[in-house]
């Protein structure tokens, strides 16, 4: 739940004048207000709507506040509800423990006063719009949670196939060449037998360092970000046929913490995997920019574009690549946006500066 996303607030009271004072005095905060006159219609209003918080008299005919209370709580999804009494007549302190033993928050006499309902309202109000957002998150999280333990499980599955085909392979044609070398007579033989076992052995090494250099790249750490982007471009592009660009704004653009620079490498090579998968495009490009205080990262593409919900980040539409790129925005105290460029989708995060860090401090590390 958004904080601009209006809550229900349920009203009750056999008297549609003490309804309708209610009304005036709530329509200030700008929620939805909703109004029964029995506590049959009250337990109606609620089965049908999602209601932050219950506002209840005590004194009604057939079943009185309290009763209605009672019935309330009875109900799962109404056990943790805001209930807020109001009473002229029961107001003694036996009436409000009896109110606050029937679950209620908050015990109300009359005469009220409209800027203490409306600052009582608001509290529960705002409670429940976080506690709304916060059982979002939780969902997120583990929608996340488990979309990455099967993102690691096909990771484990692919590096066993590569190690199994492709460096499994070379060693064991390695071993074969190695194990034939003293069954030949002629130094010839031999010698070609070498050269091919040198061959295979260097193929080997190449694999080796290839997925390692994917997994992460030696000169993030090293030399830094860009040269890193600038290699992983330049393979990107001999993989996957898309002609890839980096701009990058000043020329001397600086260098920044280790744990930043390996986020916005991480951001990158994400959302160009999404690119090479997902949008259809020939053409991409990559900006990193320092300015007004800032640091940008703009990927973007010529690709067939994103969907609605992915483009406004709806929850329960983002996969595990722009969660996780969201995620590690978030780290750093940035943003992520998604939209579509039409044609092809601009990924851009925005992380403040105080992650910059002097050159000096790379230098002497």
């Known amino acids: 739940m958004s904080a601009t996303e209006k809550v229900n607030i349920l009203m009750v009271d056999d008297h549609p004048d003490k309804l309708l004072t209610y009304e005036v005095i709530l329509s200030e905060l700008g929620e939805n207000l909703i109004k029964a006159t029995s506590g049959r219609e009250a337990l109606e ?17 057939i079943q009185d506040g309290f009763e209605l209370a009672h019935t309330i709580r009875q109900h799962p999804r109404f056990e943790k509800t805001a209930i807020i009494f109001i009473s002229a007549v029961r107001v003694t302190d036996l009436d409000r423990l009896t109110g606050f033993e029937q679950g209620a928050v908050d015990y109300i006499s009359v005469p009220i006063v409209p800027r203490l309902l409306r600052a009582r309202v608001r509290v529960f ?4 719009r976080k506690t709304r957002e916060l059982e979002r998150v939780n969902g997120e999280l583990r929608t996340v949670s488990s979309r990455l333990i099967r993102m690691q499980d096909e990771e484990h599955r692919r590096i066993a196939r590569e ?6 392979q070379e060693l064991a044609a390695l071993t074969m060449t190695l194990a034939q070398i003293p069954e030949y007579k002629s ?16 193929r ?16 993030l750490d090293e030399v830094g970000l860009l040269p890193a982007v600038r290699w992983y471009l330049d393979g990107l592009t001999k993989r996957s046929g898309i002609a890839t660009s980096l701009e990058v704004k000043p020329a001397d653009f600086p260098r920044l913490t280790g744990d930043l620079e390996t986020a916005i490498f991480r951001v990158i090579q994400e959302a160009l995997t999404n690119v090479f998968r997902h949008s259809g495009a020939r053409k991409s490009w990559v900006t990193l920019c320092q300015q007004h205080g800032n640091v940008m990262v703009r990927v973007s593409d010529d690709g067939k574009g994103v ?38 989708t601009l990924l851009e995060i925005v992380i403040p500066a105080r992650c910059l860090v002097p050159q000096d401090e790379h230098a002497t590390a």
């Open 125 to 128: 109000v705002e409670l429940y």
């Open 187 to 202: 130094v010839e033989k031999k010698d070609q037998a070498v050269n091919e076992a040198s061959e295979i052995a260097a």
């Open 45 to 61: 209003q609620l089965l049908k709507n999602d209601v932050a918080v219950v506002l209840l008299d005590v004194n009604m005919p």
């Open 163 to 168: 190690l199994h085909d492709g460096l499994g």
């Open 204 to 219: 080997a090494i190449q694999q080796v360092r290839s997925m390692s250099h994917l997994l992460h790249p030696p000169l």
């Open 307 to 344: 969907g609605p919900e992915i483009a406004g980040m709806r929850p329960g539409s983002l996969g595990i690549g722009l969660a996780g790129m969201r995620q590690r925005a978030k780290e750093f105290g940035g943003t992520l946006r998604l939209t579509n460029a039409n044609p092809g």
